[in-house]
Structure formats: structure tokens, C-alpha cells
């Protein structure tokens, strides 16, 4: 069966540049939610989005932005990196927003230097 | 904010010993799902529970859904070596704005000792 692709995998930057994060959510869900994972710590929920509407927002930092396209993808701009931007961060999918299960794509591996 | 608390932190077992995770949500949750996930990987969706007192199975794995659906369980009947790894509960809340954004509890690592 088809998942949640996401691109890149791997990620490094200096700080104060710029990334853009994509996700491709399973086929036929159009609901995506970011999260963002430190060392050793859960998954936080950055941001949401159903049928192309941001639907929920987190701790999201002012500087990050995101949006979904009108093929479902998904993509998280993250400008002027900061060390703490540091991170594993996935992208997950679901049927419908509010009760469906989640499933994880398997991250990108964000590195600020 | 809703909070999500989950323990033990880390639990090391003797390969054939059960292991148990606890979660407990601050307010009433619409439903909860269980995660598991290895080092350098992703979530793998587990189980979701939505009923008030809910109990499903999977193989070893019982997963229970408090009667106030506050609360959950994970437990695994005779650990094996592949039952490493982190286990997270993910609740959502309840509630009419209910968007479906997870706040996961803190995780449970398990070690198992062949």
C-alpha cells in the first residue's frame, strides 16, 4: 500500500538560510499535519491542514510557513534557521480531519550548522 | 493545554517478561491512538481506540481505553527481542473543534534482554 512520501530525507543548513520541507500524504487523504520531533522527545504538532484550508495551528515559530496545494501536497517553509531548528520532522495523513488514524511519512532529518 | 502523560520513561525486561505502558490525558479525549516507533524511524500507527472501556488485541499487544476516556493502556504478554522500541500514545481531543491533531504522551522505551 501506498504512504506518506516525503522529500528530502536528509537536510543540512547553515543558519539564517532557508528549507522547504514537502509531503505527499497517501493517496485519496486530504487531511496533512506536520510535527516536529527533537532528540529523545514526542512529536509535536506544528500545523494542519483539510481540503487545502489550514485547519490547526501549534507551536509553530512565526518564521515557519506552510501551505497545501490542490493536489494535496503538502510543503513547510522554515526561513532564517536557528540551531534549535534541529530536528526530525514528519509529515502525517489522514482520510478526514478529527477522528481518522495518522499515518507518518518517515520524516525528514533537518541539521542547522 | 491538554496534556498527555505517559509512564514509565524507560523499562528494561527480561525477554519473556510483560511490559506495560500507561497514558493519562488531563481532559476527556475524543479517541487515542498507539504508536511505535524505532530509533532513527517513524511512528507506525498501531491501534486506535474510540469507545469508552474499549479493549482490542493484536497477537501479544492488549490496548485498553479508560471508561472515562481519560486514560489508556498498552500491554505485551512475553516481550521479544523485536518488541524494542519506543511506544507513544497520541490522544485527540475531544470536543466540536476537534481538528485531529495528536498530543502525544512522552514515550515509552523498552529494552528487551534476550
Known sequence: AAGVIQSPRHLIKEKRETATLKCYPIPRHDTVYWYQQGPGQDPQFLISFYEKMQSDKGSIPDRFSAQQFSDYHSELNMSSLELGDSALYFCASSLAAGLDTQYFGPGTRLTVL | ?????????????????????????????????????RPGGHPVFLIQLVKSGEVKK???LTFQFGEAKKNS????????TTDVGTYFCAGI??????????IFGQGTTLQVKP
Open chain 2, 1 to 37: 493545554g491538554q496534556q498527555v502523560m505517559q509512564i514509565p520513561q524507560y523499562q528494561h525486561v527480561q525477554e519473556g517478561e510483560d511490559f506495560t505502558t500507561y497514558c493519562n490525558s488531563s481532559t476527556t479525549l475524543s479517541n487515542i491512538q498507539w504508536y511505535k516507533q
Open chain 2, 58 to 60: 493484536q497477537k501479544r
Open chain 2, 93 to 102: 481531543g475531544g470536543g466540536s473543534s476537534n481538528t485531529g491533531k495528536l
Open chain 2, 73 to 80: 493502556s498498552l500491554h505485551i504478554t512475553a516481550t521479544q
